[in-house]
């Protein structure tokens, strides 16, 4: 059974520029959710995907967005990046929405 | 939202000894999960605990939800359980809310 997996690992942007990040979920989970995990921080929500619709999301601008596909890997994307976007980025599947969540192995985005 | 505070925030241990981490929640909660953060950033699943008490080798659980609040023990620590410990609580529609982690140093 193959875990989560996020790509890139790393990924270097200047202030301004766009990223997405990719996330695939563990074979049977439908559900994926994002998280940002600033230096010495526990990871903050962003949002969750279910069944390809947004799901709940956190106290994050528009500016973040993403997108879950019909085989339940999923998509974040961000806008005009700023400075504090610097963060690791990590992704979770689960089961349904209210099963346990396996996390991915993150990616580490650094804005300059 | 919902605030989960961990308990001590650094930890220095001697190989052996044994030590309990603490994470306190402001709110009901769906359920409850602690995680151990390696060096490369990968949370690693530890227990799944909305309640009741759990085992895994050295490492123990307990979650009082009417009380709101999770222990995690480690008993003979090994240097190998270094890193950082992440207790997150589930709400509403599963969201996690992370405490700020304990940061856990097993010395040889």
């Known amino acids: 059974e193959t875990g989560v997996t996020q790509s890139p690992t790393h990924l270097i942007k200047t202030r301004g520029q766009q990223v997405t990040l990719r996330c695939s979920s563990q074979?049977?989970?439908?559900?994926v959710s994002w998280y940002q995990q600033a230096l010495g921080q526990g990871p903050q929500f962003i949002f969750q995907?279910?069944?390809?619709?947004?799901?709940g999301r956190g106290n994050f601008p528009p500016r973040f967005s993403g997108l879950q596909f019909p085989n339940y890997s999923s998509e974040l994307n961000v806008n005009a990046l700023e400075l504090d976007d610097s963060a690791l980025y990590l992704c979770?599947?689960?089961?349904?929405?209210?099963?346990?969540?396996?996390f991915g192995p993150g990616t580490r985005l650094t804005v300059t | 939202g919902i605030q989960v505070e961990q308990s001590p925030p650094d930890l220095i241990l001697q190989e052996g000894a044994n030590s309990t981490l603490r994470c306190n929640f402001s709110?009901?909660?769906?359920?409850l999960q602690w995680f151990h953060q390696n060096p490369w950033g990968q949370l690693i699943n530890l227990f799944y605990?909305?309640?009741g008490t759990k085992q895994n080798g050295r490492l123990s659980a307990t979650t009082v939800a009417t009380e709101r609040y999770s222990l995690l023990y480690i008993s003979s620590s090994q240097t190998t359980d270094s890193g950082v410990y992440f207790c997150?609580?589930?709400?509403?529609?599963?969201?996690?809310?992370f405490g700020k982690g304990n940061q856990v140093v097993v010395i040889p």
């Open positions: 979770a599947s689960s089961f349904d929405r209210n099963y346990e969540q396996y």
């Open positions: 074979s049977g989970h439908n559900t």
């Open positions: 995907y279910y069944r390809e619709e947004e799901n």
């Open positions: 709110d009901s909660v769906n359920n």
């Open positions: 605990i909305p309640s």
């Open positions: 997150a609580v589930a709400y509403g529609n599963n969201r996690l809310a």
